[in-house]
């Protein structure tokens, strides 16, 4: 009976902590699951927050409560937990050296995602190169190309350079350069212009066109035609402008410069 309490007596300490441990796993499961949930919650009402990156940020919680809450209970039972902390330390810093450049794409996701530069759909330039947005990841962002090529570009190459959002706004403008030649009737040639604009219903009145002579070329008199449009019919009214402004002119008797030259032969025999 003696041996019996005396075992009881040393194992009690060891129960009283498994208890314990027990108890802090359940509670910190609760809370872990807890924050994780009011994250979510969160992210679902902001207008802000990606939902890639709100699943990011209430995952990395949840995990970070659990590591605290594993701590604890190691704790409990006497594990240093100074060393071990120190030791994940180290692991961590050894991971951030090998995978730095991982990392760099990484918090630049991080970054595309919470300011939100472009989201999925919209026609952009990044660094030259242009396409619709197909997918935004946490560390690398795929294009389609108008030609429909495929591009996976990583996130930090795109934070670090500027980017054109063609579909941000909702009027865009169209610029053209027109040129005529120096014995066409320069008045006559922007009235024309004028009047090919006006009959275009998707042209917007506010702002209104712009036509102005820009320049007097080496061999034409070139003038910019700006009309504005909704974004959707952009390309659409750039090509249909183009074709009727040349079938215009050609109606109209307006010419058209090209770059001619002259050749002379000089004979060196008849000096």
């Known amino acids: 009976m003696e041996n019996v309490n005396e075992y009881f007596v040393t194992a009690w300490p060891f ?8 108890i802090i796993l359940i509670v910190g499961w609760m809370v872990a699951n807890w924050v994780k949930n009011k994250i979510l919650q969160k992210g679902e009402k902001s207008e802000r927050l990606d939902d890639t990156l709100t699943k990011v940020f209430a995952k990395t919680a949840h995990i970070l409560v659990l590591v605290v809450v594993v701590l604890a209970v190691l704790d409990r039972f006497g594990v240093e937990t100074t060393s071990l902390v120190a030791v994940i330390g180290a692991l961590g810093l050894a991971i951030g050296l090998a995978w730095q450049g991982v990392l760099a794409d990484f918090a630049a996701g991080i970054m595309i995602l919470v300011m939100r530069p472009f989201k999925v759909g919209d026609a952009v330039d990044i660094a030259g190169t242009s396409g619709v947005v197909e997918e935004v990841g946490l560390v690398m962002t795929k294009l389609n190309t108008f030609d429909n090529v495929a591009m996976f570009l990583p996130n930090s190459n795109i934070w670090g350079n500027n980017i054109k959002n063609m579909a941000e706004n909702e009027n865009r403008r169209v610029d053209m350069v027109i040129g005529f030649g120096y014995d066409d009737d320069m008045d006559h040639a922007i009235r ?14 506010d702002p209104a066109p712009q036509i102005a002579v820009s320049e007097l070329g ?6 910019i035609v700006r009309p504005w449009t909704k974004k959707e019919n952009y390309w ?8 009727r ?7 109209e008797g307006i010419n058209f410069p090209y770059p001619s ?7 060196q025999g008849d000096e």
């Open 261 to 267: 030259q002259d050749i002379y032969f000089h004979n």
């Open 236 to 243: 659409a009214l750039k090509f249909d402008l183009t074709k």
């Open 192 to 205: 024309t212009i004028e009047q090919i604009l006006s009959e275009d219903d998707r042209i917007l009145d």
């Open 15 to 22: 129960i009283l902590n498994a208890v314990f441990a027990i």
């Open 245 to 251: 402004i040349k079938e215009r002119f050609d109606e």
């Open 218 to 223: 080496g061999s034409s008199v070139n003038v």
